[in-house]
């Protein structure tokens, strides 16, 4: 068949050896400077600067066949005259300095013909990459780190002879039939910069997906290229459109939440350092992304020894990247024993638990809740959980975890696991929006959780009952749960003494059956006590808080601030007994069971981390423990004090959450 290159032909398609289009009467051959025939076979390709054929070239005995790239005439309503005559002089002098580079087609020449404008080049026989996912799935880690090594390389050629692509995106890589190379094609919006043009502000060319937000306003650079190859490889990894990869409500790219697989930390680095909407944090170089990719480690991750601890055939979301620090056991000195990063933190719904012997810890986060045994590194189980928050018993056999629930088949919103066999031993109808805080008693008998509009519930866990439905906390708004932290407090807070103690405010408090408190914070600039068997408030201390802890014995209430400040309150009289000062925000506490020392964690996005350990009768600091680049917001500790469990927040934007586990020596 031949195919006629009139853009206005209503009907392109003619006899094999037709001169003249049967239909529009114009001429179905291209000449080309008197030496070259060219002649469409087929539309391949069309967009909204021009089309692209398949193409034989009959001048030649075997015709060779190529690739025609037509731009749409001068009267188009596509494009003005003067930004089309920029493109054609664009591309052909971008193909004609770069095609002696393998990624990229050979330019085979230029024409004019009929008002309308032509390049021919090298037909590349293959698949792009957006067909390639359509036919064979999502790419995996092998597959990316190919499209990496081989688009780089074309990027770096590229770069040294100062072109910006401009366009990177799945449908201009073609991966060729024959030895499966990958091509870059379509320079059309290719731009060749000089030290002065950098920096100005030039025509808004590429495909809004994958184009960096500097190029949407004009200012490409040579990382603007960076990013669109960083976001095909996302794009290709989870088969879902970029535009859903990122949210926009936080500000930050979600597409490790949309992995069907997990991929190593190093690469999920790598890609969220190519991604980065902010150019100085992201790669300047191509040859900077190649170096990493070949090391296997991100340049920021200077640590020694770094092995890639996965659990075989197990369906797990986590990868652990445990870097052994090599620091010499030091007397009463903290060490980092083990880095843990994890592909599936969620913010807002991320929940660490610890058991008592610090050997067993519990994560969870969008769509999953494993428990792992810190000391061989291995996974217990894994839960199907959504956005839950969990509390694990102090002997790590029982794993609480409260769900949103969006629809019924996600069953009850509250569920209660044996860990060793994996068994759902109850289901809680709480079915709630949105939980923020829970906690499990220590004798697992009761679960107490911040629901919705501040309330709070406490279920008895043996009966499967609601014990009782708080409202003593202000919620943001209706459907926003104001309350931050619930503790349990110890059984060492006896209820007749606390009744003595309020007599002054005319309080009668019956003893408790169970003899079980509750701490809860919120929010609303409170922290409030209640009695568990009968839901009474005890006390209520105005201040604002983060976090809260008590002291081993239970006689004090310690909270954490964003102000910076920890303060101590007696928990009977309810005075302030001392505010300690520490260099962050405060975002989590424990307390040594030996009621000497204090962890404080938090920071934030511009000062950088906080974690630090504190003499609980001075304030004195006396570790700062150094390691995580972002906030502190999750900490844990086992019950002889020798364990500690640190989480920090995300390094860069989309970047894994990080754990940090400590012991004392």
Excluded at 376 to 381: I, K
Excluded at 383 to 405: C, H, P, T, Y
Aim: proline share 5%; charged share 20%; net charge neutral.
């Amino acid at each position: 068949m031949s195919y006629c290159f009139n853009p206005n032909c209503q009907e392109p398609q003619n006899p094999p050896e037709s001169l003249v289009c049967q239909n529009c009467g114009l001429p179905l051959l291209l000449n080309h400077a008197n030496t070259s025939v060219y002649r469409g076979l087929k539309l391949i390709g069309q967009g909204g600067f021009g089309r692209t054929f398949l193409a034989v070239d009959e001048s030649q005995p075997l015709k060779p066949r190529c690739a025609i790239k037509q731009f749409f005439a001068l009267n188009s309503n596509f494009v003005t005259p003067e930004i089309k005559a920029k493109l054609i002089n664009s591309e052909v002098e971008q193909l004609q300095r770069l095609d002696s580079h393998p990624g990229i087609p050979k330019f085979l020449g230029y024409l004019e013909q009929d008002g309308n404008h032509y390049l021919i080049q090298e037909f590349i026989d293959g698949v792009n990459l957006a067909e390639e996912l359509a036919e064979t799935g999502n790419f995996d880690e092998a597959k990316i780190r190919q499209v990496l090594q081989s688009i780089l390389s074309v990027l770096d050629f590229i770069h040294s002879q100062q072109v910006i692509h401009r366009d990177i995106k799945p449908e201009n890589i073609i991966r060729r039939r024959s030895d499966d190379q990958l091509i870059l094609v379509d320079f059309g919006a290719a731009k060749f910069v000089t030290g002065a043009n950098l920096a100005q502000t030039g025509t808004v060319i590429g495909s809004p997906k994958y184009a960096a937000p500097e190029q949407v306003f004009g200012k490409a650079s040579f990382s603007s290229d960076i990013y669109g190859l960083g976001v095909t490889c996302i794009f290709l990894l989870t088969g879902t459109d970029p535009f859903e990869l990122y949210s926009f409500a936080e500000d930050r790219w979600v597409w490790q939440d949309y992995l069907p697989s997990p991929v190593s930390s190093s690469l999920s680095r790598i890609l969220d350092k190519m991604i980065s909407r902010a150019i100085n944090q992201r790669y300047q170089s191509a040859a900077a992304v190649m170096a990493d990719l070949e090391t296997g480690l991100i340049s920021v991750a200077n640590n020694e020894n770094t092995l890639l601890a996965t659990v075989a055939n197990q369906p797990s979301n986590v990868i652990l990247s445990i870097s052994k620090t090599g620091l010499q056991p030091q007397p009463d000195k903290w060490n980092c024993i083990l880095d843990l990063e994890t592909n599936i933190f969620s913010p807002g719904y991320t929940t660490i638990d610890l058991s008592a012997d610090g050997k067993i810890l519990a994560i969870a986060g969008r769509d999953c809740a494993e428990v792992w045994r810190l000391d061989t590194q291995t996974l217990v189980s894994s839960f199907e959980v959504r956005n839950a928050k969990i509390s694990m018993s102090s002997d790590g056999q029982i794993l609480v975890s409260n769900n949103i629930v969006l629809q019924e088949t996600d069953g009850p919103g509250t569920k209660v696991w044996h860990i060793p066999s994996k068994n759902l031993i109850r289901g809680l109808e709480t079915n709630l929006l949105v939980s923020q805080s829970m906690s499990l008693s220590p004798d697992c008998r009761t679960l107490a959780f911040g629901g919705v509009g501040g309330r709070i519930h406490i279920w008895d866990l043996s009966t499967g009952k609601r014990l009782h439905k708080i409202s003593g906390h202000r919620g943001w708004f209706k459907f926003f749960p104001a309350v931050h932290s619930l503790i349990y407090l110890p059984k060492s807070v006896r209820m007749p003494e606390l009744t003595a103690l309020l007599e002054i405010n005319k309080t009668t408090i019956q003893p408790s059956a169970s003899n079980q408190l509750l701490a809860s914070a919120s929010f609303d600039k409170t922290i409030k006590i209640w009695d568990i068997d009968t839901g009474k408030l005890l006390r209520t201390f105005s201040h604002p808080s983060t976090t809260i802890a008590v002291t081993p014995d239970g006689k004090m209430l310690v909270s954490g601030s964003s102000d910076k400040t920890i303060k101590f309150w007696d928990l009977y009289s309810g005075e302030l007994v001392r505010t300690f000062s520490v260099p962050g925000m405060v975002s989590k506490i424990v307390i040594s069971p030996d009621g000497q020392t204090l962890v404080a964690g938090g920071g934030d996005n511009k000062e950088g981390a906080m974690l630090v350990i504190l003499d609980i009768v001075t304030g004195n600091i006396l570790a700062n423990l150094e390691g995580h680049q972002t906030r502190v917001c999750g900490l844990k500790m086992s019950s002889d004090g020798k364990v500690l469990v640190s989480q920090g927040g995300k390094v860069e934007v989309n970047s894994n959450s990080q754990l940090k586990i400590w012991q004392l020596y």
